[in-house]
């Protein structure tokens, strides 16, 4: 039987899987931030819910002063602890994506929330609310990019991915299930089983949870309630800046710029 544990409190374990895409995710938003942020040469920049600070040691290299909170201690020490290591520095706290504070006066010029964390609102005014809180501390014509998978609520088969990644000598396969999405709740439940091999013993440790469903009309529903920010660009997940898409229900893997007006 599988462990039943919130795989945020193993962050090593979440890293090794999602680290792997970390410098093209990294090159990407740069490369956004380049093509349709604000110009000038603050480099202010904010992750709400920061994870174990894959991005926030990447962005950091990259020459951008790192603020980023999570809800979670256990990816905030992991996050710290590799930034340290790196001799790196940026600013990292515990808060949460939907009433974080910050300092008064304290301004940003780039932030981004990508992998669906945003999803993780699961609530409508908390999606508002953590939209309006970005919107208030970044200048205007800074861009916030958010990535999401949306949902397709035609489907009826649930859906399976699976990742295999190795570091140190630590094997991890995470399997994801996500089951057909409740509309009317705008729910949906996911699975993800993480199986680790380390120093030859073998461990499955199993998450359970629920994300907040849109799809292209109801993300833009979203979207409409904050008027501070303008969308300029949608994406997917190939991170081509000259292949942008419409906002629309073809595809599921979008990355949206947003413009503070
Ligand atoms: C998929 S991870 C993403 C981490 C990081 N942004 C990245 O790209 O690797 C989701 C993170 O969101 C955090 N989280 C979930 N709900 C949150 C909330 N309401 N406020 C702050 N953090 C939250 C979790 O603790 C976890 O670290």
Redesign the pocket.
């Known amino acids: 039987m599988p462990e039943q544990r919130d795989w945020?409190d193993t962050?090593l374990y979440?890293?090794i899987i999602?680290d792997a895409d970390?410098p093209k995710?990294g090159a990407f938003l740069q490369a956004l931030h380049e093509h349709f942020g604000r110009s000038g040469k603050s480099r202010q920049l904010l992750?709400?819910?920061?994870?174990?600070?894959?991005?926030v040691s990447e962005m950091t290299r990259r020459g951008w002063k790192v603020s980023?909170?999570?809800?979670?201690t256990r990816?905030l020490d992991f996050a710290k602890e590799r930034l340290q290591q790196q001799g790196l520095k940026a600013r990292i706290w515990e808060?949460?994506?939907?009433s974080?504070e910050l300092p008064k006066l304290q301004t940003f010029d780039f932030a981004h929330?990508?992998?669906?964390?945003f999803k993780?609102?699961l609530k409508e005014q908390?999606a508002v609310a953590?939209l309006q809180r970005v919107a208030s501390v970044l200048k205007p014509g800074a861009i916030f990019v958010l990535g999401v998978h949306l949902t397709d609520y035609s489907s009826i088969k649930e859906e399976h991915e699976r990742w295999v990644a190795e570091r140190d000598g630590i094997k991890v396969t995470c399997n994801t299930h996500t089951w057909p999405a409740d509309r009317k709740k705008r729910l949906e439940d996911l699975r993800t089983r993480l199986t680790i091999l380390d120093s030859g013993r073998r461990h499955v440790q199993e998450t359970r949870w629920q994300f907040r469903t849109y799809n292209a009309k109801q993300m833009r529903a979203l979207l409409a309630k904050v008027p501070a920010f303008e969308l300029v660009a949608c994406y997917d997940f190939t991170y081509d800046l000259l292949s942008p898409r419409e906002l629309n229900d073809s595809y599921s893997d979008v990355v949206l710029v947003l413009k503070k007006k």
């Not at 992750?47 to 991005?55: D, V």
């Not at 980023?68 to 979670?72: K, L, Q």
């Not at 808060?95 to 939907?98: A, E, N, P, S, Y």
């Open positions: 945020y962050p979440y890293d999602f970390t995710e992750e709400p819910a920061c994870g174990s600070g894959r991005l980023g909170f999570d809800g979670n990816m808060d949460w994506m939907q974080f929330c990508l992998v669906s964390t993780y609102l908390d953590c």
